[in-house]
């Protein structure tokens, strides 16, 4: 099988950078998609997926072509054309039309729908097609994490956030929290927020600290369409319905993931009040966490930011589901041994049973340091 030439790679490595450009909330839950077309070195056309339902990557990528004359040219894009009608038509139809002899691809679609697909029906109609590998096809998988989880497990991909001191402690021994990461990572939170599906907390969170949850980058009121859904663990159904969260129910979704010890009548009170009531059925808390998110995913969750608190986040360790994460390390330091560590839960017995990241970085934000750590690749 041929392999990508140093052309290609530029291309490609275009198409990517494109493809950041639909970063954000306007393309969900369509993935983010980048597309170069190009002879020999020549760049004919650029485009990228800037809104869901509007044109696909490639399309815009030859309407931008203008008049070339397209026979003959590569295109270059960062997941595979799609071949199905949805919002809009097949990828696979325009790039025939337009007489495009050869596609390079940085990554693959998981989706049943696609799947390699789209790249069969090229081949079978004479068009050369290439697959890339190597620090590419991962540099343009990664920007597509939480689709790709979504497609291939059902669950949505969860980033645990937390703010801890330079003794690794998020909280007093007498609950304080408030604050430790500065005005500037709090800021970069909200963004988080902004940029998921869901945010996620456990009840004692919502008890001790009655949060909005709500997204509200640069300090602007929050806006009810731009949302993500908030997600309380609440196994007893212990959040009261005078709760900021539940009274912007109607406004905001609210989902509180109950277990089967809830009762009835205070599930009922907060469905009354406006809020979703999941059922988390399983053993042990893992077990409901992994349920939960299963049912998350089925209403077309595909990505979390968990924001704790450490008994929670423990338990999302100990189910496996946590993706990435992003820790706040702030110029402070607690002491106590009452004071809370990030993460609880059952934990390993032994350093080599310990999960290992697959990257690791740090950069200064405010007076901060945030560290951020990817841990699953899918």
């Known amino acids: 099988m041929p392999s990508c030439t140093a052309t290609d790679k530029l291309h490609l490595a275009r ?36 809104e869901y339902g509007g044109a696909h990557a490639e399309v815009n990528a030859i309407e931008a072509c203008g008049l070339a004359d397209l026979a003959g040219a590569t295109l270059y894009v960062s997941l595979e054309p799609c071949c199905h009608e949805g919002k809009t038509p097949p990828c696979t139809d325009a790039i025939l039309q337009a007489g495009i002899a050869r596609v390079v691809v940085a990554s693959d679609d998981p989706t049943e729908k696609a799947a390699g697909r789209g790249l069969g029906i090229l081949r079978d109609e004479g068009v050369e097609v290439l697959l890339a590998d190597g620090e590419l096809a991962a540099s343009a998988r990664l920007l597509n994490q939480a689709f790709r989880k979504h497609a291939r497990v059902g669950r949505p991909w969860v980033l645990f956030k937390s703010a801890m001191t330079l003794d690794g402690k998020v909280a007093t021994g007498t609950g304080d929290s408030k604050w430790i990461s500065g005005e500037d ?89 406006g809020a ?68 609880e839960g059952e934990g390993v017995g032994r350093i080599s049973e310990a999960l290992r990241a697959l990257s690791f970085d740090c950069e200064s934000v405010g007076g901060d340091l945030l560290i951020s ?6």
């Open 185 to 273: 990572s709090r800021e970069l939170a909200h963004r988080w927020r902004a940029s998921v599906d869901a945010v996620v907390v456990g009840i004692g969170t919502a008890l001790a600290d009655d949060p909005q949850l709500t997204a509200r980058p640069d300090g602007l009121p929050a806006e009810p369409e731009v949302q993500p859904r908030r997600v309380v663990f609440d196994s007893l159904a212990r959040l009261p319905p005078s709760s900021q969260l539940v009274a912007a129910a109607s406004e905001v979704p609210l989902t509180i993931v109950v277990s089967r010890a809830a009762a009835h009548a205070d599930t009922e009170a907060l469905e009354a009040a």
């Open 276 to 343: 979703q009531v999941l059922l988390a059925t399983g053993e042990n808390e893992p077990a409901r966490v992994r349920s939960a998110l299963d049912q998350l995913g089925a209403m077309g969750v595909a990505s979390v930011l968990l924001e704790g608190g450490p008994h929670l986040a423990g338990a999302f360790l100990d189910a496996s589901e946590i993706d990435e994460l992003r820790l706040f390390l702030a110029p402070l330091l607690l002491g106590g041994s009452a004071a809370r560590d990030p993460l």
């Open 373 to 378: 750590a990817r841990l699953r690749e899918w």
């Open 15 to 50: 198409a990517i950078e494109l493809a950041r450009n639909g970063s954000g909330a306007a393309v969900k839950p369509n993935p983010v998609v980048g597309a170069v077309i190009a002879r020999g070195e020549q760049i004919l056309g650029e485009g990228w997926h800037k």
